[in-house]
């Protein structure tokens, strides 16, 4: 699933869902993830469920699975080449105002 055009919930859910994909795949039950993770059964089951968590618990529950790699690029800022700082800056001028005549 792309996130491009999800909601926000759509978001949610589908980390959640693959989140509960990457346990599963471990032979993890949620109850032994939540105390290798030092959250709370309910925490886990939130997460899964509807993608509700805090930030804290979605590092726990990436670090616990072995998947903290798949955080690294996250928000990384990207190096642009000068032709695509160009484009973008010409993108980003304003028009010409209009003379009201």
Same mark, same amino acid.
């Given at each position: 699933?792309?996130?491009?055009?999800?909601?926000?919930?759509?978001?949610?859910?589908?980390?959640?869902?693959?989140?509960?994909? #990457?346990? *599963?795949?471990?032979?993890?039950?949620?109850? +032994? !993830?939540?105390?290798?993770?030092? &959250? $709370?059964l309910g925490a886990?089951?939130?997460?899964?469920?509807?993608?509700?968590?805090?930030?804290?618990?979605?590092?726990?529950?990436? #670090?616990? *699975?072995?998947?903290?790699?798949?955080?690294? +690029? !996250?928000?990384?800022?990207?190096? &642009? $080449?000068?032709?695509?700082?160009?484009?973008?800056?010409?993108?980003?001028q304003r028009a010409?105002?209009?003379?009201?005549?």
């Open positions: 699933m792309s996130f491009i055009l999800s909601s926000l919930s759509e978001i949610l859910q589908s980390l959640g869902r693959r989140l509960r994909e #990457q346990r *599963l795949a471990q032979g993890l039950p949620q109850r +032994e !993830l939540a105390e290798k993770a030092g &959250l $709370s886990v089951r939130n997460l899964e469920r509807n993608g509700a968590c805090s930030l804290e618990t979605l590092v726990r529950v990436a #670090q616990t *699975l072995g998947l903290i790699t798949e955080l690294d +690029e !996250l928000f990384r800022l990207k190096t &642009l $080449s000068i032709a695509q700082m160009e484009k973008n800056t010409q993108a980003r010409p105002r209009r003379s009201a005549s």
